[in-house]
């Protein structure tokens, strides 16, 4: 993934203004497919086709109306050409590196021997590549941060790994990408004495619990260091779900999210630019929360390394 950011970085020190969760979402995409040996025309827009119809399914989760239909039929166009990659495959028309998840998902059998349904095969493409996209979000709430308290860049800059995955830790449990989980109870449970019956909904309530005073003292303050001053327990931060990922709520790409956006936190302090004038607002209404403007801007290059320690 780095190599795809630095290639972009030269692209975007001549393009003018960049809007970063834009620009994140095209850089993210085309890494993972490469990394996932999926093919993609570069010529032909592919990579930018892609990435717009990831991030509107993505930009669809928890929401009714325009952006729930825009949603589904990004997923239908997507699955539809996913299901024809796997044919092509299978047949022979298209070579998958060997090792690559694009080879691995075509040749997964199931319990009985027979290979993956087409679409099924091409499912579990996307369940793979959207939510490495969906990162997106979170490269726009580093940069976000990083305005407000410009200190921080110079924090990470200094290249201290134990700081970085602070840092990570704190925009993850800061900034409101959801702000409730739900699922249906299996069975008959109760809580606290209250009873849940079979099938009810309910709500794991992720942005109360992340801005808890009881577990983070000062839940409003952007700060780091709470996670050098103590280990948080599993279920304290539950940006991404609770519980383990196998049988609670917890999204299996945790670790991987947490892995992106420390190399990618690092490669962003590690820039200069200009914020121009813009709208940088984050909505609580919105689901899932961004920063308005997408966070623009302007005269993207890397810092010198008179000011760079380590990137």
């Not at 928890?62 to 825009?70: E, I, L, N, Q, V």
């Not at 449970?189 to 794991?204: C, H, I, K, T």
């Not at 001053?229 to 947490?258: K, M």
């Amino acid at each position: 993934m780095i190599p795809v950011w630095d290639d972009a970085v030269r692209e975007w020190n001549t393009a003018g203004q960049v809007v970063l969760f834009d620009a994140a979402s095209v850089v993210l995409t085309r890494g993972v497919c490469r990394w996932a040996g999926v093919p993609l025309d570069e010529g032909a827009g592919e990579t930018e086709h892609l990435a717009r119809d990831l991030v509107a399914m993505v930009d669809g989760f928890a929401t009714a109306g325009p952006r729930h239909w825009r949603a589904r039929r990004a997923r239908g166009r997507q699955e539809e050409r996913f299901t024809r990659l796997v044919e092509d495959v299978r047949s022979g028309r298209v070579a998958a590196p060997e090792g690559s998840v694009l080879a691995a998902v075509c040749r997964h059998r199931e319990a009985t021997g027979d290979l993956l349904h087409p679409h099924t095969a091409a499912v579990e493409l996307l369940n793979v590549i959207r939510p490495t996209v969906a990162v997106c979000w979170f490269v726009a709430y580093t940069a976000h941060a990083l305005h407000l308290q410009p200190n921080q860049r110079e924090r990470l800059r200094g290249g201290d790994t134990a700081y970085t995955a602070a840092f990570v830790h704190e925009v993850r449990r800061f900034y409101p990408f959801a702000p409730f989980l739900g699922g249906l109870a299996v069975r008959d449970l109760s809580w606290r004495g209250v009873p849940v019956p079979a099938g009810a909904m309910v709500l794991l309530d992720v942005f109360g619990q992340n801005h808890d005073e009881e577990l983070w003292g000062d839940p409003y303050v952007f700060r780091p260091e709470r996670f050098l001053e103590h280990a948080v327990e599993r279920d304290e931060l539950i940006p991404q779900g609770g519980g383990e990922p196998r049988t609670g709520h917890r999204c299996p790409g945790e670790g991987l999210t947490i892995g992106l956006l420390e190399a990618l936190a690092l490669r962003l302090a590690g820039l200069d630019y200009t914020v121009p004038d813009q709208d940088l607002r984050i909505s609580l209404r919105r689901i899932p929360a961004r920063v308005r403007s997408g966070f623009a801007v302007r005269d993207v290059r890397v810092a010198s390394k008179r000011t760079l320690t380590a990137v």
